[in-house]
């Protein structure tokens, strides 16, 4: 028997309405979690170069914010093109321990080793020590599972945990860099060569960008660089609100220049880092 047309339009629209309901009521939820998140609607510039902003750009978008990538630093050669460090990378068995102070260091050294015809093996019985877990997880990467990493990601604490000389130390690290790590091991005994790895130099972000940091709610610095080269770029313009360090030297440059620091992150990593905003800017 055919229905009545009216009785099935009336059926239909009946039946529908309980799942609109549900559709309706996981569209709210979905919505309020989304916008509970602790930095959702603060937009957050982040002046990291460009090959090393992903973690952070995605820790904070995972908790809500609008990032503004604004590279004001990037990575360039040595100003020898690399022959310090490959000389010294030929020769790394005739050092007790290489200590590295950054990942752009870890992968200009591996790169040279690359080059030379060698691997984490040609390290031998070389002990290698990190300033920090973001060094450690990028030595970790070439195979290499770093004998010292200091409770406190600063110079100052690698020299503290160092064990005494004599002995040889290679450093390769940034063309301009803090010499608290080689002048505090060399009052420990040890022969420091300090070798340039790469350089830091000013980059270059669009209008767009430098237009889109000027509203933002924060502006977060991981390093004395990323510091100097912003207030380069951003030159004239005053910096957001808030202003997020990843740790004390970065601080201390942050406020050499002039600028108010809100937070300094405990942790000084950029998971520290994110923390430290969420502390300061989280709901």
């Known amino acids: 028997m055919v229905a009545d047309p009216a ?32 930095l959702f609607g603060r937009r957050i510039v982040v002046t990291r170069a460009r090959e090393q902003a992903s973690e952070l750009v995605e820790r904070l978008h995972d908790l809500g914010a609008e990032t503004v990538e604004l590279p004001v630093i990037e990575i360039g050669e040595p100003a020898d093109g690399g022959a310090a460090l490959a000389a010294a990378v030929r020769r790394v068995a005739d050092f007790a321990w290489v200590a590295f102070t950054s990942t752009n260091a870890v992968e200009r050294f591996f790169a040279a080793l690359g080059d030379a015809g060698g691997d984490a093996r040609r390290l031998g019985s070389v002990r290698v020590a990190a300033i920090g877990p973001g060094t450690a997880a990028a030595l970790g990467r070439h195979g290499v599972r770093p004998d010292l990493v200091p409770d406190q990601y600063v110079a100052e604490s690698v020299v503290e945990a160092f064990p005494d000389g004599p002995g040889r130390v290679l450093l390769p690290r940034a063309a301009v860099a803090r010499d608290a790590l080689p002048d505090g091991l060399a009052t420990k005994g040890w022969a420091v060569e300090v070798v340039e790895a790469y350089r830091t130099v000013v980059g270059r972000p669009s209008p767009e960008a430098l237009g889109a940091a000027a509203t933002a709610d924060a502006v977060t610095f991981t390093s004395s660089s990323t510091v100097t080269n912003y207030l380069a770029v951003a030159a004239g313009q ?11 030297i970065t601080a201390d440059t942050a406020r050499g220049a002039g600028l108010e620091v809100s937070v300094v992150a405990r942790e000084h990593t950029i998971a520290g880092l994110v923390d430290a905003l969420v502390g300061v800017l989280g709901a």
């Open 7 to 38: 009785q099935a339009c009336t059926s239909r629209q009946i039946s529908t309405r309980p799942a609109a309901a549900v559709t309706l009521r996981f569209a709210a939820l979905d919505l309020a979690w989304f916008e509970a998140r602790p």
């Open 238 to 248: 005053a910096p957001p609100p808030v202003v997020a360090c990843i740790g004390p």
